[in-house]
């Protein structure tokens, strides 16, 4: 015969079976939550003031997210690319796109700053991660600062070295600058002087110039005798150096981002071009392990083309935010997304990356000089500014 079990200890037991489901069945909850694919939002400016980039910038993004097969965290990854067009209103509308029809866990862009400030505004009141591709104005992190993290810092971070090299490593003590007179122009340029100023030198002279402005000669024939000429444009750096050498002016140069310049039209103005000097975070000749191998997939991609600071800056932002995933084991809520994100450091084609309590990089700075070495026209680095602020001390 069978041992009978007493009604109370039936009881009992069938409590504690319904206990036992009802925690099998919540695991299991758990373990699909935690399966949901991640979905990451990627907003670019594919059409509008200046599309060149937006498509490297993306395959720049699938390059890293092919390195770890789609999957991170047990996850696997969806991206959904938007066009930004570089206008603040399209940008909101496509990040509310984004988050409210998409359901993303983080938006990765925006290219131009005002159409940044304008999504980074969003982020705040939709409670999502943000993170511009390139470097921009601390307004971005002020505008949202539980929600926005930097990976490449700030515009005036990105151009500080610069100013301080030409002061205090070229020995320049009056500068003539001009720039695009919008946000990025004031900022991108406003770092050279910050640096420019910290090493003893004095600003002479600073000419504003409208935005979309394709003739330069009237600002050129106007430049006070100085010691150097410093200048940034928004899509027509190139352009304005050559105009700049047609004129004969004979003072030296600094572009505080050489990046911005088509290598192109270096290459076409050639020999006077050479000792022009300029500043970034990157190089396709660093000579990195991790560089080395960043060029030779892009280039892969690119059919032969090597990449630029836009693509680097790309894969630079994917790279810690998937680190920042993978340190929460998955869970990509605001809070903890945000404080993994802002703890990560990372190996990086521009060297290691990690961040400040705001959310800023902290990382390597180059400064550049223009040179020629056996027929090669190239970016020779000539001084490293090593894990710094990517931000001005006035920042």
């Not at 979905?39 to 498509?55: V, W």
């Not at 949202?144 to 993290?149: C, D, E």
């Not at 971070?157 to 990025?184: F, H, M, N, R």
Request: positive net charge; contains cysteine.
């Amino acid at each position: 015969m069978g041992t009978k079990i007493e009604p109370k200890k039936r009881t009992f037991l069938s409590i504690i079976l319904i206990i036992l489901s009802f925690v099998m069945l919540t695991n299991n909850n758990l373990n699909a939550a935690e399966k949901k694919p991640l979905k990451i939002g990627l907003l670019l400016p594919y059409t509008g003031f200046d599309p060149r980039n937006a498509p490297q910038m993306e395959s720049a993004v699938r390059l890293k997210l092919d390195e770890i097969g789609w999957s991170v965290a047990g996850r696997k990854i969806i991206l959904i690319t938007e066009d930004e067009a570089a206008n603040p209103a399209v940008g909101i509308n496509k990040a509310t796109k984004l988050v409210e029809q998409d359901q993303v866990d983080v938006i990765l862009g925006a290219l131009f700053a005002h159409v940044v400030v304008a999504v980074s505004g969003y982020a705040k009141k939709a409670g999502i991660p943000y993170a511009p591709i390139v470097q921009q104005s601390m307004t971005a992190i002020r505008t949202a600062p539980n929600n926005v993290v930097l990976p490449t810092g700030t515009m005036r971070g990105s151009t500080y070295p610069a100013g301080l090299y030409a002061s205090e490593k070229l020995g320049y003590k009056t500068a003539s600058i001009l720039y695009s007179d919008y946000l990025a122009g004031q900022d991108f340029i406003g770092g050279f002087v910050e640096g420019f100023q910290k090493g003893g030198g004095v600003i002479i002279q600073r000419q504003p110039v409208p935005l979309g402005t394709l003739d330069f000669a009237p600002y050129i024939t106007n430049i006070k005798k100085a010691d150097v000429v410093a200048f940034w444009f928004a899509g027509v750096m190139g352009p304005f150096l050559k105009q700049y050498f047609e004129f004969n002016i004979g003072i030296p140069v600094v572009a505080p981002t050489n990046w911005t310049i088509e290598i192109e039209i270096m290459r076409e103005l050639g020999d006077k071009a050479l000792g022009v000097i300029g500043a970034g975070h990157y190089s396709e000749d660093l000579p990195t392990p991790k560089n080395r191998e960043f060029v030779e997939a892009m280039k892969k991609r690119l059919g032969g083309k090597p990449p630029n600071h836009y693509m680097n800056s790309a894969y630079v932002v994917i790279s810690t935010y998937l680190e920042a995933v993978k340190a929460t084991g998955g869970d990509t809520s605001l809070e903890k997304i945000i404080k993994a994100w802002r703890a990560v450091k990372v190996e990086t084609p521009m060297g290691v990356v990690s961040f400040d309590k705001d959310g800023c990089a902290i990382g390597d700075l180059y400064v550049f000089k223009f040179t020629k070495k056996d027929g090669k026209y190239f970016w020779q680095q000539v001084e490293t500014y090593k894990q710094i602020p990517m931000r001005s001390p006035s920042e």
